[in-house]
């Protein structure tokens, strides 16, 4: 009596009542189909966000005044991120790929009569590099822009298509708060964070900004200020390293001792994708959690007509133990045929929750990831809940005394 | 061979105790066929279970091959009953949408016998019975008189020590029922199998060379039958009756 023929008594039981048997299933299906097609969400989300966030521009950090969170209110100030910080930073540090200085403000920018509200952004040449943007058409900025003071601009590709509905934005005058520039160049498309596009960005060179249209929100004390300092480390393992060189310089040119609290926040992609990462992967145990719960819900509908099956067949069983079948043996009997339901079940679900997860892929709303894991893990799941709740009705029938099963009427 | 020293075998049924078997003692010889008669109630089945394993007395004992029964476990029972005992029901109890030969193989399958050897075994037995041409027909695809000759097949495979069978014609019409009696008289007389069956016919037990009768779970009469008669003899009319 091997396994083999165990199995084959099993299917052929299974057999003799394939509505029951398919109905059975069908519990173990959806319960495993949910389990993958939810986990494949769930993952894919995961990876589309992580690859979003490290398209931004890998190994950045970036540098901007704390917000005051204890002096808010009226006449809340954050202390100034000066220009000389970004020259003493770009001048002392080490290991740096690119340093990026920008000042961001609110302006009108209008072509012809399509006019409205942007976030307008100083930046010298390195910006390209250190936010990972790429050019579509035309050029990036240049050191000459910048000393030149050139009335250029260059956009990004959902600001061209707002302002410009479908012309081609090359060569044509953009008026920013009433001045007129000149479009040089179009980005190329990075897509959506999630949480902001950057692709609405509208560039001009960081020194024409100063000059001609930061005015007054762009010197403090005298001296000029920017919103932050985008900082690209030469590779992933130093850029802890390249935080706590920031945080040094920032304190030693600020005045301020290891005991004052840093009015400036020092944050890599790293972290901001840490967070993100560990959002979604408990968003994705959450929804495995909830698959799980059908799935055991299926195993409940197996063991439910397990006990019925044990009854139906008594007598079988009391035959069986007649002409010598140990109680081992009817044990493993029923146990197999348990088995044997849910990894059928189990194999149809996982096709079952691939190709749901296929179908949302294709509807373009997220893409998901079946992954090999998700698919064993759901696979050995569903083989468990077939043991568990295959071992009690197996009991029963192995239980039965032979002399009375056979009597069973 | 078999040797039952004041078996008795009671039965709780809720508070009641039931005595099945009372002191009953009972020698059956290798090649012997016997017939166990009696009432319903007086034990006949009960007293199959014990003779075949399937149960074991409450007080006395039992030694089938000089072995003592009733100091065995559930899985030494089950060995005992796959190597030593052939049991045929009034009911054939053949597994359903089950062929022949493979419902034949059940025994051997428990016992360990392998693939091949398994085969031939069953389709020797089925042979026996004459069904030899028939091994690949379901149950549903036979009649009661060939289903009880697969389940006597089934009961062989083994070559039992002792064949018992509990009102084997009991769901078959006189005339395939005197068939299968046939059959029994031909294992006993060209095989030298030990037969026991149950009956509630007289003029079937006389196909036998002793006749116990069993009225309360006590043995009313043990006799020795001086002419058995032979398969395929003319049922008479004061036979059928009695």
Redesign the interface.
């Known amino acids: 009596m091997n396994i083999l023929e165990n199995i084959r008594i099993s299917f052929r039981a299974l057999a003799a009542n394939k509505l029951r048997s398919g109905l059975t299933m069908l519990g173990i299906i959806i319960g495993v189909a949910a389990e993958v097609a939810l986990m494949s969400i769930g993952r894919g989300a995961t990876r589309n966000i992580t690859s979003r966030v490290e398209g931004l521009g890998s190994n950045l950090i970036s540098i901007s005044p704390a917000r005051n969170v204890r002096q808010a209110g009226v006449g809340a100030q954050s202390t100034p991120l000066y220009y000389s910080d970004y020259q003493a930073i770009a001048k002392d540090i080490k290991n740096l790929a690119g340093i990026s200085p920008v000042f961001q403000s609110a302006a009108q920018v209008a072509y012809g009569a399509n006019q409205s509200q942007f976030s307008v952004t100083g930046v010298t040449p390195e910006f390209a590099a250190v936010q990972a943007y790429t050019v579509a058409e035309g050029r990036f900025i240049t050191n000459n822009d910048n000393s030149a003071e050139s009335r250029v601009v260059v956009l990004g590709s959902q600001a061209a298509t707002d302002l410009f509905s479908g012309l081609n934005p090359m060569g044509r005058e953009i008026t920013i708060n009433g001045i007129s520039y000149t479009v040089v160049g179009v980005l190329a498309s990075k897509g959506s964070t999630g949480f902001f596009s950057s692709d609405e960005i509208i560039l001009i060179p960081l020194e024409t900004g100063y000059s001609r249209l930061f005015g007054g929100r762009a010197i403090e004390n005298g001296q000029r200020v920017l919103s932050t300092i985008s900082v690209s480390a030469a590779n992933p393992n130093v850029v802890n390293d390249v935080i706590s060189q920031v945080e040094y310089i920032l304190r030693r040119d600020h005045g301020l001792t290891l005991h004052d609290t840093l009015p400036f926040s020092v944050s890599s992609q790293n972290q901001a994708l840490s967070t993100l990462t560990s959002i979604t992967s408990t968003l994705t145990a959450f929804l495995g959690a909830i698959a799980g719960i059908s799935l055991f819900v299926g195993g409940i509908g197996i063991m439910n007509i397990m006990l019925v099956s044990v009854r139906e067949r008594t007598r079988e069983i009391g035959l069986r133990k007649a002409v010598g079948a140990r109680r081992s043996v009817i044990l493993m009997q029923f146990i197999v045929e348990t088995i044997t339901l849910s990894l059928i079940g189990g194999i149809l679900g996982i096709l079952l929750g691939a190709a749901i997860a296929g179908v949302v892929t294709l509807t373009g709303l997220i893409t998901t990831y079946v992954s090999i894991d998700v698919i064993l893990y759901s696979f050995f799941f569903a083989a468990l809940v077939g043991l568990f709740f295959g071992i009690y009705p197996a009991y029963q029938a192995a239980s039965l005394r032979p002399i009375e099963a056979l009597r069973y009427e | 061979m078999i040797e039952l020293e004041n078996v008795t075998k009671v039965y709780r049924l809720g508070q009641n105790k039931v005595v099945a078997l009372d002191d009953i003692n009972l020698n059956i010889q290798a090649g012997e066929m016997v017939a166990i008669m009696g009432p319903s109630g007086s034990g006949k089945s009960t007293l199959m279970?014990i003779l075949?394993c399937?149960?074991i007395p409450t007080k006395g004992m039992y030694r089938l091959e000089g072995q003592p029964v009733e100091k065995l476990n559930?899985?030494q029972l089950?060995?005992v009953?796959?190597?030593k005992v052939g049991?045929v029901?009034q009911?054939f109890?053949l597994?359903?949408?089950?062929n022949a030969l493979e419902n034949v193989m059940?025994?051997l399958?428990?016992?360990?016998v392998h693939g091949k050897a398994r085969a031939e075994k069953a389709k020797a037995a089925l042979e026996i019975v004459g069904l030899g041409d028939r091994i690949h027909h379901r149950p549903n695809q036979l009649s009661g008189g060939e289903q009880q000759r697969v389940a006597i097949a089934?009961a062989l495979v083994?070559d039992p020590t002792i064949l018992l069978a509990d009102e084997p014609t009991g769901n078959l019409d006189t005339k395939t029922g005197d068939e299968i009696i046939g059959l029994f008289q031909k294992l006993h007389e060209e095989h030298g199998q030990t037969v026991v069956y149950v009956t509630h016919d007289a003029f079937i037990a006389r196909h036998t060379q002793r006749i116990i009768r069993l009225v309360d779970g006590k043995i009313i009469s043990d006799v020795s039958v001086e002419h058995p008669l032979k398969a395929g003899t003319p049922r008479p009319e004061e036979v059928l009756v009695s």
């Open positions: 279970a075949g399937l149960d559930d899985n089950a060995q009953r796959s190597r049991f029901f009911q109890n597994l359903p949408r089950t059940l025994p399958l428990y016992d360990g089934r083994n």
